[in-house]
């Protein structure tokens, strides 16, 4: 089986699905509407769940674009291709924004707009041009005390997810590396600093799913060690680390914020090693052996692993002296090696753990969504 051919028609097909809320999120928009009185936003095409499935098309397409044979480059145009298409359908819209869900898609934004900086320096500038209303859109949105950004700020909780570190902090850190913007780099430093002092279990030394500050202290909601959690803050540092190497630091801000988030990421890498079970996967609560594995928070783990482990070689004299093209094929080896046994022929990345239904409940419902496609890609 071609896995990677498999997976990428997957991910292209899940793209395209429709965005019409089925009849479980009809009826909970209705309840939010009439029975809490809140104000629903419209449906949301550039969701995480997309974002997911976009960011992990973008991934493959970069990696595969110069490979040795036809099939590998011809997954890289498809990937690119269908992002592309999907994309230019949200910026003919007028490029809506809602929530900060909508960061992690607009980080394809970036990756597409990188394909054209030499080539096509008009469309380079389309998409630089609507990278920037996101950024805008993020820089005004509203914080809390110390400069977090709250998931849903309308519902007036001033909770902070853990979710928002893997949706913001990819684009936010790429985006100012890019135009050497350097509110855009501490605004992404800023998630990663407030999620590092305030989510982090002091026993386990993993993340909670949810805090708050009141009255100056602070206040954890949801589950110490959901696996998603590790996840998104692992994915969400890995993903800026990247960013990293493409793009090295200019300034002083740059520099500093390089520095501090390796070693948070670094920190995490060693937390996650010490809990990672015998198959090389996670559960989706890391700290129990006895709960399900979780495709879809191994993945972005992994992937945050992966990515600590490029920048230790980078700045190691003797291991940036090897072929980095061997070394990255190893690596992709091992990296993606434990999850190919839940990749079947049609693409699908079975055993995900089903989309959270509030802070501390968590599905018992386990399958293949774009989550678990999306991250996965991410180790090809």
Known sequence: MNYK?????????????SDAPDLYHL?????????????VAPVDVISWPKGCLMYGLMHVAKTLQKADNSMDRAISVLATA??????????????PLYTVDDALASVSLLYIAEIYEKE?????SRYMKTAGGVMHFLKCHETDEEGALPYRPAQKTGQIFADSIGMVVPF??????????????????????CAMEHLIDEETHLPWHVYSIKNGRTETYGSPDWGRSLGWIMFGIGSAAEAFTEYPPKTVVALRARDRLLSALDDLADTAASYRRPDGLFGSRISDN??????????????????????????????????SETIGTTETAESLSPLLKY????????????????IGIYSD?????????????TLI
């Open 290 to 323: 006895s709960s399900p594995i979780d495709t879809s928070a191994s993945a972005m783990i992994i992937y945050g692993i992966m990515q600590r482990d490029k920048a230790v070689r980078k700045d190691d004299p003797a291991e940036t002296a090897e072929s």
């Open 82 to 95: 269908s992002v592309q298409e999907y994309l230019d359908r949200w910026i003919k819209a007028e490029a």
């Open 5 to 17: 051919k498999a997976i990428t028609e997957e991910a292209v097909r899940l793209l395209n699905i």
């Open 27 to 39: 009826i909970r928009r209705w309840a939010r509407v009439h029975i809490k009185h809140e104000t």
């Open 120 to 124: 096509d320096p008009e469309l380079y």
């Open 172 to 193: 936010a850190i790429r985006y100012g590396l890019m135009k050497q913007d350097d509110d855009a780099i501490d605004l992404g430093m800023k998630q990663i600093t």
């Open 343 to 358: 990749i079947n022929s049609h693409g699908e990345v079975g055993q995900a753990q089903g989309e959270c239904m509030g």
């Open 365 to 377: 419902n386990y399958g293949s969504y774009p989550w678990s496609v999306g991250m996965t890609m």
